[in-house]
């Protein structure tokens, strides 16, 4: 991979990283939006793409609310992008790494997520360290624990998306090579799976809700009748 | 007006301290800052140092909502409200901001870009067409709750609770559910059928896949709060990768 691809993706990783929790929470991190950028960077938008809207399906399973930990989708995203768009893959290619891609990205933001913790605690020794400042109303204590707190951040999400995407790429090769299976659709195998666990949660988000069920169902046929007429 | 910008900008990066000590409330106290320097004596004074301390202290909330509570606490410290008082409402506006702005946002707004999302990809459109949608459309929403939460926080002050019976708040995500239901469904079949469209369908049917893709749900759903979906996905893409390089 050519040092200045790496670099821009370990800037767009240092971004979408940024971008989950500290600034500005744009949803730049999500894997539709990360996946994809990926996948332009690397000169296959497609490829980014199709794995995006696979990782999207999952990472509906998992919102921040509150202080939860949650899967780091940003720079896994970036990786799994990558892993489908590179190196100048066909459409062929990219619907037969598409399940490792997408595997990797799942275990990917499994992983990055400790980081995040990681840099709570480091926050929060920052914290402790100016506390006397802090408690008296020191503006630059504050500020500057702020401000450190995204600069690491920013650092975070860079190095674990170069880190994985420079650990995936060669296992990726290696499976490719080896993979295989007569009959199935890879894409479509992932694709039932993705589908699936997407449904599962839309449900969870919207079963509480009153008349749930008719809004889904008309929505269903309504999908299903554009199938059929389209 | 230059303060404002600068306390509302300050507002995206509430959670650049963010830590599991005193949560987002630092981020109060940084997004808060150029509002506090218009107090008696500017920046250094001693009102101002002393509402910087109060309000680098435990705080959490929803980070979008957050700026509801900024203003509000911008405002009751320039009119000079009592440092009491201002404790018991930052105390006292946590749970509710926490609350209506998980429900708002995480389970109700982002879900529903995100359907729409996938029906724009379903529906056939390019990469730029699907960013445009999802990014154009969740930060419309985004943005704008911010900039109300600021305003709206700053008029009402510590009566800031009459905001929270915003119709947005209380209606909003029982309609943003609907919708989402709604669009989740148009979404996922042509999803599907996108995804697996062509000669890369290989002998799959759409009918069967749909079939097999709902049952999943269906399993899912039932086992929810026992087992997370995107684990067993995990799970099962593990079993697909081993079974297809060791065959």
Redesign the interface.
Known sequence: MPIEMLASLTLLGAIVGLDMVSFPQAMLSRPIVGSTLAGAVCGNTMAGLVVGVLLECFALETMPFGASRYPEWGPASVAAGVLAALPGADGARVLHVAPFAVLAGLVTAMLAGETLVWLRRFNAASAARHHDAIAAGDSAAILNLQWTGLAVDFVRGGVVTLVFVVALVPVRDVLELHASVAGASPIAVLAVVAIGVAGAAFWKVVHTTVGYAWWLLAGLLGGCTLLVLT | MGTWLRVYARL??I?????????IG??I??AA?PALRLLPGG??GEP???????H?RYF?AH??LAALAVGALVRAELDGEDAVRIERFRAACCGPL?AAG?RLV???W??F???L??LT??AGF??AG??AV??GT??LG?VTLRAWGLRAGYREGLHVAAALANPLLRKGP?HL?????????????????R??SGR?????S?GI??V??????????RW?GRI???R???G???L??L???V?
Not at chain 2, 177 to 193: E, F, H, K, S
Not at chain 2, 212 to 221: D, G, H, I, K, P
């Open positions: 995206f990066a959670q650049g301290g963010f830590n599991y000590e005193v949560m630092n981020g106290a940084f800052e920046r250094g101002y140092r002393a509402a910087m301390a109060r680098s959490n980070p979008y926490g998980d995480w389970a109700g982002l879900p870009c995100s359907a999302a996938l990809f379903g390019g990469a699907v960013l999802f990014v969740y930060n985004h029982l559910a609907r919708g989402t239901a709604l669009v989740a469904g148009l979404a996922l079949p042509l999803v599907l059928r995804l697996g890369l369908w290989e002998g799959w759409l896949d749909l097999l893709a709902t049952l999943l749900a269906a399993a899912l759903s929810q997370d979906g995107w067993v996905g995990v099962l893409l593990v697909f990768v079974y297809s390089v065959r």
